[in-house]
């Protein structure tokens, strides 16, 4: 990887594929510095910037929150592998957590599926008429 010269946000935004205002976003959340302004001047972002920026969407990728990410950087000086590793091995719980949920939506979306296609004539929905029981319940 060639060295990054000195970039404008959007100069940033386009090479880490995201929006200014997510940059600015994580500015204000932390994640990432905000550079000093010249008099007079543009902000300007190094390699480094492009890197963390990098490291940030690719962690937002795998489902981390922006909490957890900030955890993550404050221990990406390689030194803290075993409390990155912790706090992956929560992270994967809570991963596995939502997928148990997810596939108890899917078990019952296909269940509801089954039953619109077994019903014949002039009948209500079966889904439809789950849903407003379950609808009850709240």
């Not at 596939?103 to 004539?121: D, F, P, T, V, Y």
Request: aromatic share 6%.
């Amino acid at each position: 990887m060639y060295p990054v010269p000195s970039l404008t946000i959007g100069a940033l935004a386009e090479a880490a594929g995201v929006h200014v205002e997510t940059i600015r976003f994580y500015q204000r959340k932390g994640l990432l510095p905000e550079p000093k302004r010249p008099p007079g001047g543009i902000r300007h972002y190094g390699q480094s910037d492009l890197e963390r920026l990098r490291f940030v969407k690719s962690a937002k990728g795998l489902g981390f929150s922006l909490e957890e990410i900030g955890q993550l950087l404050k221990l990406a000086d390689g030194t803290h592998c075993r409390e990155a590793a912790e706090l992956a091995a929560q992270h994967l719980l809570s991963v596995q957590a939502r997928l148990c949920e997810l596939h108890r939506i899917e078990g019952a979306l296909l269940q509801q599926l089954e039953a619109c296609k077994s019903q014949q004539g002039n009948y209500p929905c079966p889904l439809i008429e789950s849903l407003r029981e379950h609808a009850r319940d709240y």
